[in-house]
């Protein structure tokens, strides 16, 4: 089955960069999107990117867009999500997820039910 392994995590002070990675081995074409979610401490988790394998769609939510940028490399099989002037408020577990269907099926990319397999997360943490 997919198994999903997310990397590049840590800890970034206010306005710098990171850039996650989510390696993707198994059967890696049964799934059409690879979303990036984050939850912070006593907060529900948040859709914060996805892209389509199908048309290479990408959406991101209102509070990343213009720093964030999810792409992906289909040689390596690995979705990147680059993280650019980060805010405190970007403080969380991030977690890549693979969805069977296409976005256009969704009713929300952003939300965690239309998505089927799950890494294990890698903590980012802004602060001075």
């Known amino acids: 089955q997919l198994q999903l392994v997310e990397s590049g995590g840590g800890l970034v002070q206010p306005g710098g960069s990171l850039r996650l990675s989510c390696a993707a081995s198994?059967?890696?074409?049964?799934?059409?999107?690879i979303g990036w979610f984050r939850q912070a401490p006593g907060k529900e988790r948040e859709g914060v990117s996805c892209i389509s394998s199908s048309d290479d769609s990408r959406y991101y939510v209102d509070s990343v867009k213009g720093r964030f940028t999810i792409s992906r490399d289909n040689a390596k099989n690995t979705v990147y999500l680059q993280m650019n002037s980060l805010k405190p408020e970007d403080t969380a577990v991030y977690y890549c997820?693979?969805?069977?269907?296409?976005?256009?099926?969704?009713?929300?990319?952003?939300?965690?039910?239309?998505?089927?397999?799950w890494g294990q997360g890698t903590q980012v943490t802004v602060s001075s």
């Open positions: 997820a693979a969805a069977w269907g296409s976005i256009a099926t969704m009713r929300d990319w952003g939300e965690p039910y239309e998505y089927n397999r």
């Open positions: 198994g059967f890696t074409s049964d799934f059409n999107v």
